[in-house]
């Protein structure tokens, strides 16, 4: 059995707003296996990036973790020194954001952002940080990375920015990688190619990734196991196979008919999920799954279900809907 290198335990967090206290994640609780590939799934608003950016202490002034502990190699990051964290960022646990135009810095040439990291964590001399960060340009497959190296940002492709954002997750070799979206905005044929990257990269450094994303065609693919979230909760969870094979929570359900599909004929519609997402700032009473779901009982309506083990390493927040 593989030893457990992250645990999140009954996190909770919420953010200050003109609209009074939103309750962005309830009570999340999930694991990182070493060496695995974690994929969390939800709609927008669904607390899958609060959850990543919890773990960093990446928050901001609004956000606030009202309970719960987050261990990552025996450390509870939510109670350790900012000095830690600090340390632990872009060494320890790096993370790659939905947008690199946003994430790099225009006005600092590639070669410096990918060193940095380097010479930050490792104390290495400049030249040679400088050096690691050719090789890693070139292990990410961009063409001609010695000369691009004192090329700036928006001379690169989203693409090629995207697999820069890679470069400077892998310099240090991290034990856990979080990719929050890491294919927005990118054509299909290139989400695939910066996917199948990060998961033999990750795969050669013996690394643990875990996977934000709406898309249940990349999870499918590339995860190992899946949280699926709803209203800031962990809905289901469950290995990649299983929950493809035989997804048991109503919302999960949900999303696997919305998958489109090949040879629906013309004028074929899509399966849609009835329904708008919840306002977090005003989630309703009980499950907030319950205004959208065909199956609601009273039950739902007055209280969440807990997240339990309904097989062996599946688990579902549910009044016993089959």
Known sequence: MSDTLLSIEDLSVRFGTERG?????????????????????GESGSGKSVTALSILRLLGDAGQVDRGRIVFEGQDLVQAPLDA??????????????????SLNPVLTIGKQVAEPIW???????KEAYQQAGELLQKVAIPDAQARLKDYPHQFSGGMRQRVMIAMALACQPRLIIADEPTT???????????????NL?????SSLILIT??????ARYADRVAVMYGGRIVESASAARLYKQPKHPYTQGLMNSIPTLGGGPGARLNTIVG?????ANLPAGCAFHPRCAHAQDACTQ?????????????RACFGYD
Do not use: C
């Not at 930050?120 to 400049?126: E, G, I, K």
């Not at 905005?185 to 998961?199: N, P, S, Y």
């Not at 708008?276 to 977090?280: E, T």
């Not at 209280?303 to 688990?315: F, N, Q, R, T, V």
């Open 85 to 102: 964290i600090r340390r632990i960022r872009g060494d320890r646990i790096a993370m790659i954001f939905q947008e690199p135009m946003s």
């Open 276 to 280: 708008q997402p919840p306002d977090l």
């Open 214 to 219: 709406h898309d249940l065609g990349v999870v």
């Open 202 to 206: 990750t795969k050669e450094m013996n």
């Open 303 to 315: 209280s969440k279900p807990l997240l339990a083990e309904i097989e062996p390493d599946h688990h």
């Open 185 to 199: 905005a990118l054509d299909v044929t290139v989400q695939a190619q910066i996917l199948d990257l990060l998961k």
């Open 21 to 41: 206290q939103v309750q962005a994640v309830d009570g999340v609780s999930l694991h990182v296996n070493e060496g695995e590939t974690l994929a969390i799934v």
């Open 120 to 126: 930050q964590h490792r104390q290495q001399s400049w």
